[in-house]
C-alpha cells in the first residue's frame, strides 16, 4: 500500500487496546498520517485494555497517546451497563439481533466529542475510529448513519470549522468488514495482535474469558482468517478449540 | 403560564449555575417536567459557579443533581482555553465577531453527549439547554446548526433510539432572545438570580469582576430589562454603574 496524499497530515485514532482500533491505527499510519492516539479510562471492568493500548500506540510510533479518565458508571449517573457497573458479563449469549447489556450508553457520542476535541487542539482534521457494523455486538453507535450524523455535527462544533471551513472527516474503514476481513488486514500491515485485548471480563491477570461477545467475535474472525489468535486465554485450550 | 402535555415527563436540564441556566431549567420545570439536572467539574476556573449550579437546582425542586467530572484541560490534550489553562481571561472585550480565548474546544459536543447518556439512563427524552446565539460571546456550538445536528446524532447514537424509535428532543429555548429578554422571563418565572454566578475569573470569595465577556453580558441584559442584578461584584459599585 503506497503513502497516499494523507502523508504529513495528523489524525487523531480513537485505541482501546483491541483487535479492531489496532488495526484501525495500522491504517491511519500506513496512509501516512501523524497519529494522536486517545483512550478512555471510562471505569470499565477491562481496564486491562488499557495496558495493551500503550503497548499499541508506542508499537505504532505515535505522535501522542492520552488516557483520558472519564467517570460513565452508574455512581454519577449514566452507566448502567455490564461493563461498567455490578451486571454480570453475558457469556456464550446467543446473538438475537438485540443489544446486550454490554451497551455503554452514548458511549461512542462522547469518545467522538472528546477525540474531536483532542483533533481541534492538535490541529488535526481526520478521526479514526474501529467501530464495525458486521460482526459486532449490536450497539447502535457502531453503524454508517451514526457516524455521518456525528460528522455532520463536528463541522457545526468547532472553532476550526466556524472560522476556517476546515471540514473535519469521521473515518470508519472497517464498518463494513467482516472479522475475519479485518484480521487479515492487520496481518498484511504488520499489526502484532499479541498486543491486543478484547475481552470484557478478564481475570486479574489480564487473561481472556473466551466466552463473552468480544472474545468469541475475536476468535471468530481469527478462525475466519485461517491464523492463531496469538493471545493467552484463561483456559490452556482456546474454547473454540475444545 | 399553563403546564402543557409534557407533565409528568423527565427531562435532563444542563445546569451550569449561570444565569442562562436558571431561566432555562426554570422554563422545563414550568413545563411540568421532572427535571435530572446535570453540571460539569471540567477544570474550569470558575469552578465557583458549581456552588451556584447546587442552589440553583435545590431552588427549583429537581428529581436529581449530578456534577460529572470530567478533564477537560490541556494536561490530558484538550482545553487550550482561558477557562481551563493558564490563559488570561479577556476583560473589556470588544466584541469583534470572532471566537474569544475562552472557547473551549467541542465542550457543548462533549456535555450534550453526556447529557444523553444521563437522559437515556434516567428513561429522559428531552434535553434542555441554555445556548444563546443573540448575546452571546461567538462560540460556534451555540448555534441553532448546532443544535439541529446534535438533535440528529442524538437519534442515531442510544438504544433508545434504536430499539424503541423514542425520539430525543433538544431544546434550546433562549436560542433566539436577548439576555434582557432573558431576565426579564426568568424573574417571571420566579428565578432567583442571586444565587447565579457568570463570572469567568471570579476572586477567591466567588465575587465577579464585572469586566469579563460573562459579566459583561449579564450586566447588559440586565440593564436591558431594567433590573438590578442581584449579585456582588468585586467592586462596591457595580462596573456599569460607575
Keep these: 500500500m503506497c503513502m497516499d496524499q494523507s502523508e504529513g497530515k495528523s489524525a487523531v485514532v480513537l485505541l482501546s487496546g483491541g483487535l479492531d482500533s489496532a488495526t484501525v491505527l495500522a491504517i491511519a499510519r500506513r496512509k501516512g498520517y501523524r497519529c494522536h492516539a486517545v483512550s478512555f479510562d471510562y471505569g470499565q471492568r477491562h481496564r486491562f485494555e488499557l495496558v495493551s493500548a500503550k503497548r499499541v500506540a508506542e508499537a505504532a510510533g505515535v505522535e501522542t497517546h492520552r488516557i483520558i479518565r472519564i467517570d460513565l458508571s452508574a455512581a454519577v449517573g449514566l452507566g448502567g451497563s455490564a461493563l461498567t457497573d455490578d451486571i454480570p458479563v453475558p457469556k456464550d449469549r ?3 439481533g438485540g443489544i446486550p447489556t454490554t451497551y455503554v450508553p452514548a458511549r461512542n457520542a462522547i469518545f467522538l466529542s472528546m477525540a474531536l ?3 481541534e487542539v492538535a490541529g488535526a ?3 479514526f475510529i474501529g467501530v464495525n457494523a458486521i460482526d459486532y455486538s449490536g450497539y447502535p453507535d ?3 448513519e451514526f457516524i455521518e450524523a456525528f460528522q455532520t455535527l463536528a463541522n457545526q462544533a468547532t472553532a476550526a470549522s466556524a472560522q476556517n471551513g476546515q471540514d473535519f472527516t469521521i473515518h470508519a474503514p472497517l464498518i463494513n468488514m467482516s472479522k475475519g476481513q479485518i484480521v487479515s488486514l492487520g496481518i498484511e500491515l504488520g499489526v502484532d495482535y499479541s498486543l491486543t485485548h478484547s475481552c470484557y471480563d478478564p481475570d486479574e491477570n489480564g487473561l481472556a474469558c ?5 472474545c468469541r467475535l475475536r476468535l471468530a474472525g481469527f478462525r475466519e482468517a ?3 489468535d ?3 486465554y484463561q483456559h490452556t485450550r482456546k474454547p473454540d478449540q475444545q
Design 125 to 127: 482534521r481526520d478521526i
Design 210 to 214: 473466551g466466552h463473552c461477545d468480544s
Design 94 to 96: 446467543p446473538n438475537d
Design 117 to 119: 476535541a483532542r483533533a
Design 226 to 228: 485461517g491464523i492463531e
Design 142 to 144: 457502531c453503524r454508517p
Design 230 to 232: 496469538p493471545i493467552m
